[in-house]
């Protein structure tokens, strides 16, 4: 297991919003984490990244404990993200949002800034590869000098995919990555998915209302309920999963359409 | 209509070339300035030093800080304490009170950096006071007069000690402050202080230690603040605590706000308003305060951004 969760326990003013949740996904596979709204799927995801830092349980990523590690130390694993409402460098370009991933890989500071040591300028030179590199793979390349904020909403979603991807991750958390997508776009997105996994070698760990895509594109998909994992296994046998089929009963909205 | 003009300026060519020209007049300019106006123009150009070094702090990383004119105090007193107390020679003592200055931002920025920016601003505001009355209470920095008879600096057999040479010294020193500003701009970690004060979560799930990156702009700061100390200390000799108020860190904030937080060009505009502006109202006698008080107000009230504001296409 890449990743390995273990009985992970995250309350809130006694509320429980992970109970007890054992999880993993494998180096190399493609996974998702499904579940009806307020299950906790986001806070599973803050609590690996090391924004949420749950009371019990064990966390390993790669064999190294991350159980409430600093979400730059989590990073610096191997460990990106993206974020469910999209968050990027606004008032910066595309091409300074994409470097910022790799602030963690590289280490110049204010002296080689200020005298321009070779090593310095030999670093700015490969920080600007790498972004660009990512920007041309999720394909955001030619508006590399385009602030964020004036970008479409799908492509400051895929900048955001770039960004992640410049922190030369071994796993990547993509957190409701279609949301406000129109269909061309998520075909774009199942697409892109699977070239990260397939030509970067890239776990990625997916949360996603639109089942869909979830089934098209996952290997593995975990069931959220409540802060309890209910359910997991292939996109089939989570289909025809009973609990599953119940978590999701009442639910009058698309996300029925298993 | 100004847009437009600072639009035109905009590309770094031009803007290489004006700061040329600039540079080219300032050089020029103690041919014909008279003795008084070059001492306002060496006391502008340590302005600008102050607000580059404090623009890192406040435009680049988004920290408050009241009690800049600290690290201002720290580089002055180190320089005069080595050299008055214990003989040292002028250049040799410059690394120490380097080192010093980089403590000292240390000091303030660790314990405050967890702080949301009214708390910062109450803390560092705090700090500045807290070097001034240790200066005037320490035996070492020579209590309430100060430290005098601080040695001219002997460059190479040469006696830096006249009113121009001291002029030519602070504008190279303004010179290096613009171009390490620029260099630590686009740099790691000039990108690094923007995507802290855009968004620190985002930041840290870059790989980016928050932390980390607030401390070395309070020590580049600091470092910034220093140079101006060491060499304002050289100039007139004579320090003493009063030179180091709470009013120095307030001017040095204004210029870089009145100028245009984050950017180099307008943060150099807003030191020489802030020197200048009261000197070109002196024959208005008692009134010139007032005035320029509301000339200020008129110009936050009619460019909240600055004069000459960070602007992103």
């Known amino acids: ?258 | 209509m100004i847009d437009r003009l600072y639009a035109y300026f905009d590309s770094p060519r031009r803007q290489t070339i004006l700061l040329i020209a600039i540079v080219v007049l300032m050089a020029l300019a103690p041919l014909v300035m008279g003795r008084y106006m070059t001492t306002i123009m060496t006391n502008a150009l340590l302005y600008v030093v102050l607000a580059l070094g404090l623009n890192v702090v406040v435009g680049y990383a988004g920290l408050l800080d009241l009690g800049y004119a600290a690290f201002f105090a720290v580089g002055a007193y180190s320089i005069g304490i080595l050299t008055v107390q214990f003989d040292w020679n002028f250049w040799l003592a410059i690394p120490p009170a380097l080192v010093a200055a980089c403590i000292a931002g240390v000091i303030i920025g660790g314990p405050t950096l967890r702080l949301r920016s009214d708390y910062l601003a109450i803390v560092t505001l705090g700090f500045g006071e807290i070097v001034r009355f240790g200066a005037r209470n320490l035996e070492i920095t020579g209590r309430a007069t100060g430290l005098s008879n601080i040695p001219e600096p002997n460059f190479f057999g040469y006696v830096i000690s006249s009113y121009v040479d001291f002029y030519y010294i602070f504008l190279l020193l303004a010179i290096v402050a613009v171009i390490a500003s620029h260099r630590l701009y686009h740099s790691r970690l000039g990108r690094a202080w923007l995507y802290v004060r855009h968004d620190e979560d985002a930041a840290e799930a870059m790989g980016i230690n928050r932390v980390r990156v607030k401390l070395a702009a309070y020590v580049t700061g600091s470092v910034f603040g220093a140079f101006g100390g060491i060499f304002f200390a050289a100039n007139l000799g004579a320090i003493s605590p009063e030179s180091f108020s709470f009013e120095q860190s307030v001017l040095v904030l204004m210029a870089v706000i009145l100028g245009g937080m984050g950017k180099i060009p307008g943060v150099i505009l807003g030191a020489f308003i802030i020197i200048l502006g009261p000197e070109l109202l002196r024959n208005l006698g008692e009134l010139r305060l007032l005035l320029f008080a509301v000339v200020m107000l008129l110009i936050m009230l009619l460019r909240p951004s600055g004069i000459w504001p960070e602007r992103r296409h």
Do not use: W
């Not at chain 1, 996904?25 to 690996?48: D, H, Q, R, W, Y």
């Not at chain 1, 289909?239 to 359409?257: H, S, T, W």
């Open chain 1, 1 to 258: 297991m890449l990743l390995d969760l273990e009985q992970v326990t995250l309350r809130f003013a006694g509320n429980t919003v992970l109970d007890k949740v054992d999880f993993g996904v494998e180096a190399g596979s493609l996974a998702s984490l499904i579940g009806p709204n307020g299950a906790g799927k986001t806070s599973l995801f803050n609590s690996i990244t090391g924004f949420y830092r749950p009371q019990e349980g064990r966390i390993e990523f790669n064999g190294e404990r991350i159980l409430r590690r600093k979400p730059h130390k989590v990073t610096q694993f191997g460990i990106a993200r993206t974020f469910q409402n999209v968050r990027l460098f606004r008032e910066m370009s595309v091409m300074e949002n994409v470097m910022a991933g790799m602030h963690c890989r590289t280490r110049a500071g204010a002296f080689g800034a200020v005298f321009r040591t070779p090593g310095q300028r030999a670093e700015e030179q490969y920080i600007a590869e790498v972004a660009h590199d990512c920007m041309k793979f999720v394909g955001v390349d030619e508006y590399a000098d385009r602030l964020a904020t004036n970008l479409a909403y799908g492509y400051q979603r895929l900048v955001e995919i770039a960004r992640a991807l410049a922190t030369q991750p071994q796993l990547i958390l993509l957190d409701e990555p279609a949301a406000g997508l129109n269909g061309t776009e998520k075909a774009a997105l199942v697409e892109l998915i699977r070239r990260i996994r397939d030509e970067r070698n890239v776990a990625v760990l997916l949360i996603e209302h639109d089942m869909g895509l979830v089934m098209q594109v996952s290997e593995h998909i975990h069931v959220l309920d409540y802060g309890r994992i209910i359910a997991k296994g292939t996109a089939e046998q989570v289909k025809n999963d009973p609990k599953v089929i119940e978590a999701y009963l009442g639910q009058e909205d698309e996300e029925m359409a298993l």
